[in-house]
């Protein structure tokens, strides 16, 4: 993979000769070696498979490239030559039978090379309305039907990952409700097959049986709406094909659907329109309508973003400190490594080869925050914890647009900058991007302000602002060679890869807990930061021996009742439980975060990302449908982009478990971004 990246680099210009082509591949490659960094999935399913193999030259057709010679793109003549890298891509589709059913085979292709997809279905007409023909539209719902059986039947990457989508409807279209309650319908078919004795589990019969499994859906709301729904307005759909009224419904009642669902089944989760356009960089093009499965990565119709993420407890040195320009560095290694791929990799259709090239969108993020905040010795819910999120997450994706600078001065800036114009976009909005990016560019740099005050990261603080400011400056000067620079992904996949204890933003599910494996098995993790941050908190060896040990045994922290009533001491002093406090309470325990630690966690870094947040507020089975509605207000009020909920319990069978059972499929489980279906592809 690095050798094949290098060679490309050499090739297109990106270094002044051989020699420091060589100098790069040798840092990109002891970072994937040594585990501070990785690419999405894509790139190790396909990159290099046919540059140093050979692998694919006999075989057919392969997607399309972006060729730089005709500026057009073009089918490549075999599979692996312009190999699929990207990991996210959101594709549109038109109100005409012709484009629902080449959506299908697109997304096919998509599953195939092991990515994820994202869809807006508002722009298909509602069953309220007529054909030109006459007759009764199908409704976006059951050509959704369609899509969801070509994910089932397509494994990702041709391994033995689940294909991931996600697909949205507008607050505003006739068909709302019936898409607000499609999954919550399904799931309760599924529990009355297992009822009748079907298998339940992962992979069983029962929830194999039943529609919409194989994607996320999310509702996008606009400010008007969130407004409407607390103030408790009426609120209108309107037709699809002219725009004019269609049915009058109340605000917060839709709200509390959508609540409803997510409290039966992890779905719908919710967008927030409004917030989504303050923050985005190509105004002058057109709207952004959807997102990739797992709603990290938000940006135009027909267009895709390679991945990597970054393991941030590898740049914590021995002495504790956590070494910044080690960071910065593998920032800028990995920003120029992914802006590399995007011109020598292949997409599933010519319209995404197209607007590849011209924005160029990257999601550089990172994996094991809730590991490193332990670590320190804070707990996920502390200010210190947001602290260190904040400031890591700001000099992470300042540094991300500082290097896109270099690029820019180097090799120009993205086509899309200065020319608005995009594949699929009869008429763009503006004549360029330039001002609607370096209004983005200001948005991030005044944030930093607001990082919260700590004083062991002051630091931190201080260097963020540096990174801000230089990246403005040469923003100004030379532009950027990328539309977006960063995503916080779920790193479902990569995190294993890495070693590392907790994906993406997230704190640790639980100190033990089992995985499911998709192709069979299990496999039981316990957290290895356990044993640093017992250090740091002053524990003598013996001591922390005593908690491991009280951990292995009853599979959580806590002190435990014996069967004979009597307390089981693990030794930890009561002031240090929140420093292991996780998303769910132990199977023998009593101890998790509040839900707005969630939130809080993801406002602290969201004002530092091009793109959005992969997470799941995960909420005890105690949670009712009112306190998932103000998790969603909360979430719209702290900036969010989107958030999507997962209540303990909900789905009969998950991924994940807090223990484990002679049949895991009926254990209460954990959701992995909102729902059983969320398999993370796109890490």
């Known amino acids: ?13 990106y270094f002044a000769d051989a020699e420091a082509a060589e100098v790069f591949y040798d840092e990109l490659t002891w970072l994937c070696l040594n585990q501070y960094g990785a690419f999405n999935s894509p790139v190790w399913f396909n990159v290099g498979l046919y540059h140093q193999y050979g692998v694919g030259k006999g075989a057919g057709a392969g997607n399309y490239f972006y060729d730089r010679e005709t500026g057009k793109a073009e089918r490549a003549v075999s599979q692996y030559e312009y190999p699929q890298g990207s990991a996210c891509f959101i594709q549109s589709v038109e109100d005409t039978m012709e484009d629902i059913m080449r959506l299908a085979t697109s997304e096919a292709m998509l599953f195939k090379y092991g990515s994820g997809t994202g869809t807006d279905l508002s722009s298909l007409r509602s069953t309220r309305e007529k054909l030109s023909g006459g007759g009764k539209p199908s409704g976006p719902l059951s050509f959704l039907k369609v899509y969801d059986q070509v ?31 499609a999954k919550q319908k399904e799931e309760k078919k599924a529990w009355a097959l297992i009822e009748q004795g079907y298998d339940g589990s992962y992979n069983g019969d029962a929830y194999g049986s039943v529609m919409y499994q194989n994607e996320n859906v999310s509702v996008r709301v606009s400010d008007e709406f969130m407004e409407g729904a607390l103030e408790g307005r009426e609120w209108w759909t309107r037709r699809v094909t002219d725009g004019k009224p269609c049915e009058r419904k109340e605000a917060r009642t839709l709200l509390r659907k959508m609540a409803e669902g997510t409290h039966i089944c992890g779905d719908p989760g919710m967008q927030f329109d409004s917030t989504i356009h303050k923050w985005h960089t190509c105004k002058g093009t057109d709207r952004q309508n959807s997102t990739n499965p797992c709603s990290e990565y938000l940006f135009l119709d027909n267009t895709a973003c390679n991945l990597a993420s970054l393991n941030l407890m590898k740049f ?62 804070f707990g996920y819910d502390s200010v210190e914890g947001r602290a260190l999120c904040g400031a890591i997450t700001a000099i992470m994706t300042g540094e991300a647009y500082e290097q896109s600078a270099r690029l820019a001065r180097a090799i120009g800036s993205f086509p899309g900058y200065r020319d608005a114009r995009a594949s699929g976009v009869l008429k763009p909005v503006a004549r360029d991007n330039v001002a609607s990016m370096l209004e983005v560019i200001e948005l991030h740099r005044d944030a930093v302000r607001e990082i919260s005050d700590a004083k062991e990261f002051a630091h931190l603080k201080e260097e963020a602002a540096k990174v801000w400011d230089s990246a403005a400056e040469l923003g100004k000067r030379y532009g950027y060679r990328n539309a977006q620079v960063t995503v916080l992904a779920p790193t479902g996949t990569i995190s294993f890869l890495m070693d590392c204890d907790t994906t993406g933003i997230e704190p640790d599910i639980a100190l033990v807990k089992y995985k499911l494996l998709a192709g069979g098995g299990m496999l039981k993790i316990v957290n290895q930061t356990i044993k640093p941050a017992l250090e740091k908190l002053g524990y003598n060896a013996e001591e922390i021996e005593r908690i491991v040990a009280h951990i292995d045994a009853f599979d959580t922290i806590e002190d435990v009742t014996d069967t004979d ?23 023998k325990g009593e101890r998790s975060l509040n839900y707005m630690a969630h939130l809080r966690m993801m406002a602290a870094a969201q004002p530092f990302l091009s793109g959005a947040i992969s997470k799941t507020v995960n909420m005890p089975e105690a949670a009712t449908v009112d306190d998932i509605m103000n998790t969603y207000v909360e979430g719209w009020r702290l900036g969010l982009k989107s958030v999507a909920i997962y209540r303990e319990g909900s789905k009969r069978s998950a ?11 009926t254990v209460a489980g954990i959701g992995d971004a909102g729902s059983l279906d969320a398999t993370e592809t796109d890490t």
């Open 1 to 13: 993979v690095t050798r094949t990246i290098a060679d490309w680099g050499l090739a297109d210009g």
């Open 655 to 665: 991924p994940l478990n807090t223990r484990k059972t002679k049949d895991m499929g």
């Open 151 to 181: 994910a089932n039947v397509v494994k990702s990457g041709g391994k033995t990952r689940r294909a991931a989508k996600m697909n949205t409807l507008k607050d505003w279209h006739p068909d709302i409700e019936e898409f607000i309650d």
């Open 565 to 587: 009533g009597s307390t089981i001491s693990s030794g930890l002093k009561p002031e240090h439980l929140p420093v292991f406090d996780c998303a769910f309470k132990p199977f």
């Open 316 to 377: 914590k040195t021995p002495e504790g400190d956590f070494d910044l320009e080690r960071f910065k560095s593998a920032v800028r290694i990995f920003i120029t490594a992914q802006e590399i791929i995007v011109d020598n990799a292949s997409y599933p259709i010519k319209e995404i080869a197209e607007n590849s090239h011209i924005f160029r969108t990257l999601g550089l993020g990172y994996a094991n925050l809730g590991s490193l905040i332990m670590s320190y010795g």
